[in-house]
């Protein structure tokens, strides 16, 4: 009777391992408050989903749980045609009982899934998993990051295994340290570029290194940055219309500054070698495409005209973002904001009113906050905070744009100006 028991128990652990797959590739969503009936229900998939989940769960070691990566693409299953011979490969992590991330390569045979392989993982954490081509051969590559780290601490060392599979052969590239990566094409031969940055305590430095690949990956350059602070954020893309590169912004205590590295002739660049002063800012500003034309920004806070001499605590703080134009200064404006400190609202100001605009010195900023021109004084626009029961009684063409802790926040724009960008 009591192998009986174990039995069944055995039996409804699979079942349920199934309908977690099954839940987890049809992506529904799920509703604590359904009948609980119901959440034994398998959903209908098409047929070759539910032929994936099954051998998936089939081959899933006993006790082992499928993990979404940290980082980028937090997909946990992904399917894709790896070495480029039209059939697709399925790629799943899990975490063993022993804490152990590894991994399973399936490949598809016709209406059914056959496992190729088993991935040994190098930590116990999942950070990322890219597929891309990095090698350059027309074969995309496998990219895992793995940590032992279970603090979500973004600055942790890591370790990248870089894998090649074909014909259901997997082989292991290369296996590097680093506490963040991008793979991006930094010398313009046409073929991405790794990039490791990896943040080192003894000594104190960062090591920025693009590596290529020709038979194994090879040191192209490196730089080495004397000093060890947190980064916040590391974003790859077009910094300028014909020109790849890295920026990296840094924190030092509540403060920020920002890195951008690009190649040139063959040699790795700290475009802004004087990162802390020429790209400090008093708040840790994510650096990003803000506008959408394709090229990264880099954020800087201004102090509005009329402030320069009033309490800092007091003064609010104007979000602009710059454009590098080749030079170790930034100059190009292409977006000027006004964020609320706590979140609760972003202003932005027209393109052809940057610069023209001020805030009134006698404005609070968790009050009323008054936009006005620089050079007459006039008021464009305003924000005001109501209570309640003031919004119910306002006068005056208002419109709400956020509420907050009971009250609410309004703006009011001069509509024949029209300094605000919708």
């Not at 006790?63 to 790629?91: C, F, H, M, W, Y």
């Not at 116990?124 to 995309?140: A, Q, W």
């Not at 780290?149 to 090649?164: I, P």
């Not at 968790?366 to 924000?383: M, Q, W």
Request: hydrophobic share 35%.
């Amino acid at each position: 009777m009591k192998r009986v028991i174990i039995m069944n128990r055995m039996i409804w652990i699979r079942m349920l391992a199934v309908a977690g797959l099954l839940f987890l590739l049809s992506g529904c969503s799920f509703n604590p408050l359904s009948d609980p009936k119901t959440l034994i229900q398998t959903p209908e998939l098409p047929s070759d989903k539910q032929t994936l989940s099954s051998v998936i769960s089939a081959e899933l070691p006993e006790g082992a749980s499928i993990q979404s990566p940290k980082n980028g693409n937090t997909s946990r299953i992904q399917t894709v045609d790896l070495d480029g011979d039209g059939t697709s490969e399925t790629i799943v992590f899990y975490q063993t009982t022993n804490g152990r991330i590894n991994g399973m390569i399936f490949e598809q045979s016709g209406d059914t899934w056959v496992k190729q392989l088993t991935i040994e993982g190098s930590g116990f954490t999942l950070e990322s998993v890219e597929i891309t081509d990095i090698t350059g051969d027309g074969r995309r590559n496998l990219l895992v990051g793995y940590s032992n780290d279970t603090a979500s601490n973004d600055n942790t060392q890591k370790t990248l295994d870089v894998y090649d599979y074909d014909k259901g052969k997997l082989t292991k590239e290369d296996h590097m340290p680093y506490s963040y990566y991008e793979t991006i094409d930094m010398d313009g031969d046409g073929i991405n570029n790794l990039t490791t940055m990896t943040m080192n305590s003894n000594p104190d430095y960062v090591a920025v290194t693009v590596y290529g690949y020709d038979n194994g990956f090879k040191k192209i350059d490196s730089i080495d940055l004397n000093n060890i602070v947190s980064a916040y954020n590391v974003v790859a893309g077009k910094v300028a219309p014909d020109q790849n590169g890295i920026i990296m912004d840094q924190a030092l205590g509540k403060s920020g500054f920002s890195h951008l590295f690009i190649m040139r002739d063959g040699k790795l660049e700290d475009v802004f070698q004087l990162s802390r002063q020429a790209t400090w800012k008093d708040v840790q500003i994510v650096s990003e495409d803000i506008n959408n034309d394709g090229i990264l920004e880099i954020g800087m806070v201004e102090i509005p005209a009329g402030w320069e001499n009033i309490a800092p605590v007091e003064t609010p703080l104007f979000t602009n973002y710059y454009q590098w134009t080749g030079g170790v200064t930034l100059e190009k404006l292409v977006s000027q904001q006004y964020r609320d400190e706590e979140g609760r609202f972003v202003i932005k100001i027209a393109s052809d009113w940057m610069e023209k605009i001020t805030l009134d010195t006698k404005s609070n900023k968790d009050k009323d906050l008054r936009f006005v021109l620089k050079d007459t004084g006039e008021k464009v626009a305003e924000v005001r905070f109501f209570s309640e029961n003031e919004w119910n009684n306002h006068n005056g063409d208002w419109e709400i744009i956020a509420e907050n802790r009971g009250q609410v926040i309004a703006l009011w724009e001069n509509d024949k100006i029209n300094i605000i960008q919708n």
